[in-house]
């Protein structure tokens, strides 16, 4: 079984960065995409960004293009997302989730193929 934690999250004003983190545990995520996804008040769980275990793969969400970078490292079992020029509309509750599976398409992925989930960190950015 894997546990995933997340960290890093909190408030910060428009235009400001933040950067978040999740720790993996249980086993070995060889192979595994890691994924950030984030669910807005009201609103649909959606995809940010992932990266596949090489960190030679990465997606994004078009919202978020140019602002956010994934990163992961694998001997350390972390996955980091860094967060810039963060809007308003970033505000959520941001996921770590993890899954292994060679057709993962990032973006169109279901969401509810996702093998292991974090709890969340919230993310507020204020106008």
């Known amino acids: 079984q894997v546990q995933l934690v997340e960290s890093g999250g909190g408030l910060v004003q428009s235009g400001g960065s933040l950067r978040l983190s999740c720790a993996a545990s249980g086993r070995s995520l060889r192979n595994y995409f890691m994924a950030w996804l984030r669910q807005a008040p009201g609103a649909e769980r959606e995809f940010v960004a992932a990266?596949?275990?090489?960190?030679?793969?990465?997606y994004y969400t078009g919202s978020i293009k140019g602002r956010f970078t994934i990163s992961r490292d694998n001997a350390k079992n972390t996955v980091s997302l860094q967060m810039n020029s963060l809007k308003p509309e970033d505000t959520a509750v941001y996921y770590c989730?993890?899954?292994?599976?060679?057709?993962?398409?990032?973006?169109?992925?279901?969401?509810?193929?996702?093998?292991?989930w974090g709890q969340g960190t919230q993310v507020t950015v204020s106008s």
């Open positions: 990266i596949d275990w090489s960190g030679g793969r990465t």
């Open positions: 989730a993890v899954v292994r599976d060679p057709n993962y398409s990032g973006p169109s992925y279901p969401l509810y193929l996702y093998d292991h």
